[in-house]
C-alpha cells in the first residue's frame, strides 16, 4: 500500500499541539490560496505569510510545494488506492487486461477531481527526480501496480523489462501535462482518454 509522509512527533506534548495547529493553519491556509490564484501561482513564502508562520516553520514540515500538496490529497489518495485494490481483488477472475483497464478508471476519476493539488505534487516531483532521482509515491505505488498487470499478461522472462517500459511510458501519457493537453486541447473526454491509453498501452 502507498506510503505518505507520516508526522513527526516532537519532544514534548506542547511542541506535538504547537505542531498540529502548525499544520492546520498551513493547510488551511495553503487550500484557500490554491483555490483563489491555483496551485501554479503561490509561493511557499505567500503561504507562510499568509498562515502568520516564519518560512523556516514552513520548509521544516513540507520541503517544497508538492509536498504541501500531497498532504491536501493524502486522505483522498489513500482512498483512491483502497478502491483500486478493491476492484482489483473483486474482479481477480477476470483478464488481467481488463482490470488494468478498471484500475486506470478508478485513476483518472481522482485525477479529475484533485487535478490541480496533483499537478503540484508532480511538478515538485519532477524538480526532486532531476536533482535526485525521486519520484511521488503516489507514481511508484501506480508503477507497482501496472507492472504486476503486465506481468500477468505477459510473464516471459524477456518480457519482464519492457512491462516496465510499458508502465513508464503509461504514467508519463497520466501526468497532468500530457492529460490536459488531451482534455483541454484535444478535447477528449476522460472516458475517450481512457478507451485511447487502452488501445494504445493494453490491447
Given amino acids: 500500500m502507498i506510503k505518505l509522509k507520516d508526522e513527526k512527533p516532537g519532544s514534548a506534548r506542547a511542541e506535538r499541539r ?20 491555483g ?3 503561490v509561493s511557499m513564502n505567500q503561504i507562510a505569510t499568509e498562515a502568520g508562520i516564519g518560512p523556516g516553520t514552513l520548509y521544516r514540515r513540507y520541503r517544497n510545494k508538492g509536498e504541501l500538496c500531497l498532504d491536501l490529497i493524502k486522505g483522498n489518495v489513500v482512498s483512491c488506492f483502497k478502491d483500486i485494490q478493491t476492484y482489483l481483488e473483486h474482479n481477480r477472475k477476470e483478464p488481467p487486461e481488463q482490470r488494468l ?11 479529475e477531481s484533485k487535478m490541480q493539488l496533483l499537478k503540484g505534487v508532480e511538478d515538485a516531483g519532477t524538480t526532486n527526480r532531476k536533482k535526485a532521482g525521486t519520484r511521488s509515491p503516489l507514481y511508484d505505488e501506480l508503477h507497482r501496480l501496472l507492472v504486476e498487470l503486465y506481468h500477468e499478461m505477459n510473464n516471459e522472462k524477456e518480457a519482464v523489462r519492457n512491462n516496465v517500459f510499458k508502465a513508464d511510458m503509461l504514467l508519463e501519457a497520466l501526468k ?28
Fill in 39 to 41: 496551485v501554479e501561482q
Fill in 101 to 111: 483497464k478498471g484500475a486506470l478508471r478508478i485513476f483518472l476519476r481522482f485525477r
Fill in 176 to 203: 497532468s501535462d500530457a492529460y490536459l493537453y488531451q482534455r483541454e486541447v484535444r478535447g477528449y473526454s476522460p472516458e475517450e482518454i481512457l478507451d485511447l491509453l487502452y488501445i494504445t498501452f493494453v490491447s
Fill in 18 to 37: 504547537d505542531a498540529a495547529e502548525n499544520r492546520q493553519r498551513i493547510l488551511a491556509t495553503a487550500i484557500r490560496l490554491f483555490e483563489q490564484f
